[in-house]
Nanobody
Framework: QVQLVESGGGLVQAGGSLRLSCVAS????????MGWFRQAPGKERDLVAT???????HHVDSVKGRFTISRDNAKSTVYLQMNNLKPGDTAVYYC?????????????WGQGTQVTVSS
């Protein structure tokens, strides 16, 4: 059974930093693109960043220059370094593993970790 376990969330003041981690098990980690998504209260789950098996990364415009996705295939772990956090970044952050080569397919999901940014 595939498991994605996130950690690193918490409460931080605006301008602060957090580093999220997601450890994967029961998948061939190096074969999967990985991603971070977030869902704020009352809103849909949105893409934050993705990273391919070769390390090429994509970040949505709202986090460019502040967030960085990375991966360590030897540790089956994907990271999200979040700097200069803003109250608008408050959300539950989910790790995801892409399935069958497209994010249009339902990915594997982690359980989520709460990030709260106070003003």
């Amino acid at each position: 059974q595939v498991q994605l376990v996130e950690s690193g969330g918490g409460l931080v003041q605006a301008g602060g930093s957090l580093r999220l981690s997601c450890v994967a098990s029961s998948i061939i980690f190096g074969s999967h693109a990985m991603g971070w998504f977030r869902q704020a209260p009352g809103k849909e789950r949105d893409l934050v960043a993705t990273i391919e098996s070769d390390g090429s990364a994509h970040h949505v415009d709202s986090v460019k220059g502040r967030f960085t996705i990375s991966r360590d295939n030897a540790k089956s772990t994907v990271y999200l370094q979040m700097n200069n956090l803003k109250p608008g970044d408050t959300a539950v952050y989910y790790c995801a593993a892409r399935r069958f080569g497209s994010w249009n397919n339902e990915p594997y999901w982690g359980q989520g970790t709460q990030v709260t940014v106070s003003s």
